[in-house]
């Protein structure tokens, strides 16, 4: 039996994505060579993106309408194509993304805070000048600040990203994050997460850039288990080939051994608990 059997890979971006160029096929085909029990396309829709507005914009419309022709051809009874959408989380844009939901149908919906103040962490103009502590607090407590105006998604996306690359600025021991940085903060995040019934998902993603643990960390996992929260979603956060279902053996181990049973699968908005 496949060590992928019964996991589904939630988080997963193809050639609709900005910042893909891989046919939807070969993140299918990929998916099941694996033996995975089925997948959740989630491209981008960040929308105000600086510089580069449309980049990841999509076309929703033609995104929908081609993938649901896709899936119906490639799903199968061992193999489920579910298709969602990793919705960018900015204040100016709350009531736009409140409106495409009002307008489109979605499976799964990811939040995911990528800019803070117009800046993606992802490059390093946004650490100069400052502490790794001073970029890890504006980072969360924006975090923060934007789920509450804004949470209509069902999982929030790499809760730390940050931390993936933050350590290629400052090193990986002095961007080491911790819980007992901002423990108030971080347990208010997941306070919040726990009464809205909203996931926490477990993004494999930042290991194919060096990270020994998913995003967010075991550590901040364990915390969020130990207050409460129980509702997890497991994505690669693939945009190759190479990293579909990324790790997913070795941290569905770690995570039944912190007391998780299974990830949440979301079809039509609804969550359902699927065991590992």
């Given at each position: 039996?496949?060590?992928?059997k019964n996991l589904f890979?939630?988080?997963?971006?193809?050639?609709?994505?900005?910042?893909?160029?891989?046919?939807?096929?070969?993140?299918?085909?990929?998916?099941?060579?694996?033996?995975?029990?089925?997948?959740?396309?989630?491209?981008?829709?960040?929308?105000?993106?600086?510089?580069?507005?449309?980049?990841?914009?999509?076309?929703?419309?033609?995104?929908?309408?081609?993938?649901?022709?896709?899936?119906?051809?490639?799903?199968?009874?061992?193999?489920?194509?579910?298709?969602?959408?990793?919705?960018?989380?900015?204040?100016?844009?709350?009531?736009?993304?409140?409106?495409?939901?009002?307008?489109?149908?979605?499976?799964?919906?990811?939040?995911?805070?990528?800019?803070?103040?117009?800046?993606?962490?992802?490059?390093?103009?946004?650490?100069?000048?400052?502490?790794?502590?001073?970029?890890?607090?504006?980072?969360?407590?924006?975090?923060?600040?934007?789920?509450?105006?804004?949470?209509?998604?069902?999982?929030?996306?790499?809760?730390?990203?940050?931390?993936?690359?933050?350590?290629?600025?400052?090193?990986?021991?002095?961007?080491?994050?911790s819980y007992s940085m901002?423990?108030?903060?971080?347990?208010?995040?997941?306070?919040?997460?726990?009464?809205?019934?909203?996931?926490?998902?477990?993004?494999?993603?930042?290991?194919?850039?060096?990270?020994?643990?998913?995003?967010?960390?075991?550590?901040?996992?364990?915390?969020?288990?130990?207050?409460?929260?129980?509702?997890?979603?497991?994505?690669?956060?693939?945009?190759?080939?190479?990293?579909?279902?990324?790790?997913?053996?070795?941290?569905?181990?770690?995570?039944?051994?912190?007391?998780?049973?299974?990830?949440?699968?979301?079809?039509?908005?609804?969550?359902?608990?699927?065991?590992?």
């Amino acid at each position: 039996m496949s060590a992928y059997k019964n996991l589904f890979d939630t988080h997963l971006h193809t050639e609709w994505s900005g910042d893909s160029s891989t046919p939807v096929l070969d993140q299918i085909n990929r998916a099941k060579e694996l033996g995975l029990s089925g997948i959740t396309i989630t491209d981008h829709m960040d929308l105000d993106f600086p510089e580069t507005p449309d980049r990841f914009k999509l076309d929703l419309p033609n995104y929908l309408s081609t993938l649901k022709k896709i899936a119906l051809q490639e799903s199968s009874p061992d193999f489920e194509i579910l298709i969602g959408m990793e919705l960018g989380l900015q204040p100016q844009c709350v009531d736009d993304n409140h409106s495409l939901l009002r307008n489109y149908n979605f499976d799964y919906i990811i939040g995911s805070l990528h800019l803070i103040d117009g800046m993606d962490p992802y490059y390093d103009s946004f650490y100069e000048g400052k502490s790794v502590t001073w970029c890890y607090e504006t980072y969360f407590t924006s975090l923060l600040a934007n789920i509450k105006q804004f949470s209509d998604f069902d999982s929030l996306g790499h809760m730390d990203y940050i931390a993936r690359y933050a350590k290629r600025f400052y090193g990986e021991e002095e961007a080491r994050l911790s819980y007992s940085m901002f423990p108030e903060l971080f347990d208010e995040i997941f306070h919040f997460l726990i009464r809205r019934n909203i996931s926490l998902e477990v993004n494999t993603g930042g290991m194919q850039h060096g990270l020994p643990e998913p995003n967010p960390s075991y550590e901040l996992l364990q915390r969020y288990y130990d207050l409460g929260g129980r509702m997890i979603t497991l994505g690669a956060d693939s945009h190759t080939t190479a990293h579909v279902g990324l790790n997913f053996p070795g941290v569905v181990s770690d995570l039944k051994k912190i007391g998780f049973k299974g990830q949440m699968i979301y079809r039509r908005r609804n969550a359902e608990f699927n065991p590992f």
